[in-house]
């Protein structure tokens, strides 16, 4: 049996962390605080443009929309988690070790491993072809590749930034995540996922939607991370 935390989840401004004059020890503590409480905090001022998370969000509204005849031609092969996954093609509890019914969402989802030097420097080797496959991205839809490889970028950033801010709350050397061979491939290996809901969620089916938010409320949520 778990059990749930009910200690609100704390917001933390990294505006400060990004000025090296103002120094980040409140920024680390802050972080410190919420990973050893319930593990979750909302994040502020966190320094992505607005315009490219709208952008990010209007390409994906736009991916989604297309009959699924036009979006299955993103489809990936059965174990590659690339381009276009269905509903119901999907289920993180699996990750758990727990099983329900599958996912209620759509997902289109991209890495890094177009570049082949970044997929060997990750481990692609024989037998691993599935995990190290190339992005798959949709023909018809201008601007959609370079969008969100732009957020993709953007976001990659972002977490490189809040894991030095982990390594200091940890008491280790700033860049420990990245010089560390596994903190490396754990930069490298970062999936960005857009998913679409189009369903309304009851407490009853709460196990089948471990990879969102639940939602009692409104017909249709999107969201890309």
Known sequence: MHEYSSTPIGVLDLERSFKPESGHQETIEGLKSACETNGFLIIQNHGIPSELIKETERHAKEFFAQPYETKALSKAPSGVFRGYTPVEKSALSLSRDVETPPDVCEIFSMNRFDDRGVAEKCGLKEGREDFFAPNIWPSNLPGF??????????????????????????????????????????????????????????????????????????PRYSSCD
């Open 145 to 218: 590749k370079e969008t969100l490889q732009s957020y993709y970028a953007a976001m990659e950033g972002l977490a490189d930034h809040l894991m030095r801010l982990s390594a200091l709350a940890l008491d280790l050397e700033e860049d420990w995540f990245k010089d560390n061979t596994k903190g490396a491939y754990l930069r490298e290996a970062a999936t960005v996922a857009c998913d679409y809901f189009a369903n309304v969620l009851t407490p009853d089916y709460n196990k089948a939607h471990y990879d969102h938010f639940h939602l009692d409320h409104g």
